[in-house]
């Protein structure tokens, strides 16, 4: 084989030769010999042609390449020979190098990613507070912050937000953002079409105009240029459209694609019941800033700790208890590393993520050691192959490097059909962790880095399955009976056990949160969240809903359950002083709340129409409050001091309930307290919710049609309280899923890997097994033989599996709920799952080795 | 077999001396690796054979070197064949090389002849 790049050269060397060879003869001829004795003499002279062309060839210097080439074909050809070995080997590698670049690449695209931005390394996230920074801040210390300019070039303000988008009556609501007006300058970015929002689009006053990004530009406007100054209406309002954002920047709130960006001065314009953000009180703002040139984050931190204090006073307000006052002022700031932007997702991501990555690693071992066993099956296959090449001549060096090329070849076309893999199965795990509520979106086309892992994690690889079975496969005479082996067979089973734990703790936690009694039916219950403010709601909005055939119960509240946000004041029984902070969980709710939701009352009544303004203030406490702040009392009838949202107020406690989850499953219930959401006079949210029979679809639409009618200039969305409280399990069912599907995985390949090593012993031993059965064994001694040594290979598996477990459950134990990472029934059904599969697995090579004919078998030697 | 007659008239050639002999032969004018190993043997007065196994990986690295350069020409007999050529390099390389080779055989020979080398002292 000739590397063909060469063919020039090597015609011309073999021209060479044989012109050589011509003047030998021809010399010769004039000496006087006979033609052909001249042409022998002249070959004989010359010697060997094939041997002189080699030598000289190394001169060229691109013998190793040469050779590689060589390699490659040889190593191609064998793959074509045995076309099972190798779809079994590629798959393998395919799987494991997929499921690892999956996982890495979100993990990128979460954590890694810069921003499309300018210079994103100097970008720094502005934090607030004294011991635990907050990473929200309020409107005006943004501005504030902006105003420095002797310390930043710029701060750029943002956050969230859905714009309701459209005409009267068909709404839709459109992902995007609320930012300050320097945040475009700060991030660096060019407008593809148009300009980006300035500094003074965010004044009092200032024209509602958007930002669109180029997404969004493509899909409502086909990319038109007349885009540019159309109107839009949000939330009624008519809104300008003056600008593309770049192509690529979708906002700097990672995996939130923002399709709209406003200035946040034009709140109180397009949705006048939230103006109420732009005061002092409201943190909701993540802040991106960029140091002055010259200026280092020690330095603006430093010269921010002299200058807060002044600025301070502007941006707290006084009607704040003189403690919240004191401690805004005395909070520091904190820059951290801000060029990969802001997401809430990776406080709950990070870790799970992390341990997804384990998991594919160890994914990716078993499949190593999968692919490890079968190379050194197959090379005791070719021992007589590697021995004649050895006798023939062939160096022992060449030999191990021709082996290895052949286990790079098959790592490099599994890591190519992986990345394919990892593709797809990047935008299953987007699927799992979004949902139409918050929906996650990420760029996942893979980049530099994610390709640099999948070739890192390729050749990685290779190096492991390759280099035993290389050094194994030139050493000319194999050990019959290999330790080897057993021995991967062995670690795949084991790191298995590790996953298959693994999985049964995950689907345990996640059994458990659905098993969690949340003080509520979350089943057929719809609920519809409103825009506007309390004032404007429409009184008769629950008899409307009411009336809508299948609804049973209806009502309205602040807050639902694990809807995300939860309202929070201070409130203790009258007589005793106010606590500086917050004690009680707050839900304004209507008459029928409780019933609605089938909240258990435990006693006194529930809320009427008549507790409305004119009346005396009423609420109704949960159990953990009446327990803590009443002990064995009957609460019924006391009184309450209480701050309901910065106003003080005396309530009269009518009932007490049973608890209910408020934040999270996994938090325990938390004293709360219900208060009539009619005596309630601030812009405050609203949620309508409908205790429904029979078809929730079709009653999701008649009420939609229903609430529609009533406010047409909202969107209404009807969503389901049971898909609210899923909302809140997102991480844990991810984690569930995909450990539960690579453990799959790993069981699978390590069955394979078991099969495998059983059927190759069987074939080896195909005489020992006649003889004893020539002996008079039985097929069924024979069968429970074979069965045998898989089960001491699990057994021995387990061992090796079992210590790993206590160091992984250190890696877990957050992640859990309701049962200790050594949970002792889980471990005991992964082992005995285990085993059941590897039974099975051993079945088939088993039951050949019952059939062996000892006739044949004896014959064969 | 027929080793250990060869081994009477012909003397194996250590790498740099063949490089060195090509050079040298080169310096009279362009030839073909026929034609060097014909005049390194006659030169030599057939002492000294050069093996092709030698001879041609010599020529191929010393124009990797840039010593040598080749063409295609036609012989006297009509037959295409590869002649090389020396270059600067190969002139500069030829001189210093030579140099050094002329000084390291009269060191051996004084080392082989001690009584003239005596002489000299």
Redesign the interface.
Known sequence: MKWPLWGRRNR??E???R??L???A??RIERGETPESAEQGAQRQ???VA??QE??R????WRWLERLWQDLRYGLRGMRRAPGFTAVAVASVALGIGANTAIFSLFDALMLKSLPVRDPGSLYLVGLGVDNPMESLSYRIVRALAERKEIFFGVAGFSRWIFPVGPSGAIRNTPGALVTGEFYETLGLQPAAGRLLMPADDEPGAAPVAVISDGYWERSFSRSPDALGKTIRIGGVPVTIVGVAPRGFTGANVGAVADISMAASTLPLIKPEAAALLGPGNVWLRALARLRGGISASQATARLATVWPGMAERVVSPTWPRDRQREIIDARFVLKPGGTGWTYLRQIYRRPLLVLLGVTGIVLLIACANVATLLLSRAAARQKEIAIRLAIGAARARIVRQLFTESALLAAAGGTIGIGLAWVLSLVLLNLVSSERLPVMFDLAPNGRVLAFTTTAAMATALLFGLAPALHGASAVIRRRSRILPTLVSVQVGLSLLLLIGAGLFEGTLRNLENVDPGFQREAVLLVDLEGRRNTVPRDLVETLLRVPGVIAASISTHTPLSGSTWSDPAVPAGQPLPKRDNAVFNGAGPGFLETMQIRLLAGRDFSEHDGPGSVQVAIVNEAYARRYFGNRDPVGQHLSAMVRGKAADLEIIGVTRNTVHSGLRVPPYPGIYVSYFQLQDDIPSTLEARVRGQLGQAAHAIREAVQAKLPESSVEVRALSEQVEATMTQERMLATLASGFSALALLLACVGLYGLLHYSVAQRTREIGIRMALGARQGGVIGMELGRAIRLVLAGIALGLPGVWIASRWVKSLLFGLAPTDPATIAGAALLLVIAALAAAYLPARGAARVDPMIALREE | MAKGEAYQNRIELVQGTLDLLVLQTLLWGAQHGYGIAQAIRSGSGDVLQVETGSLYPALHRLEKQGWIKSEWRTTENKQRAKYYQLTAAGKKQLASEGERWRRVTAAIASLMEPRESGGAL
């Open positions: 011309e060397l021209e060479e030769i012109a050589h011509a003047m030998a021809h010399d010359f010697g060997n041997l002189v030598t000289t190394e001169m060229w210097g």
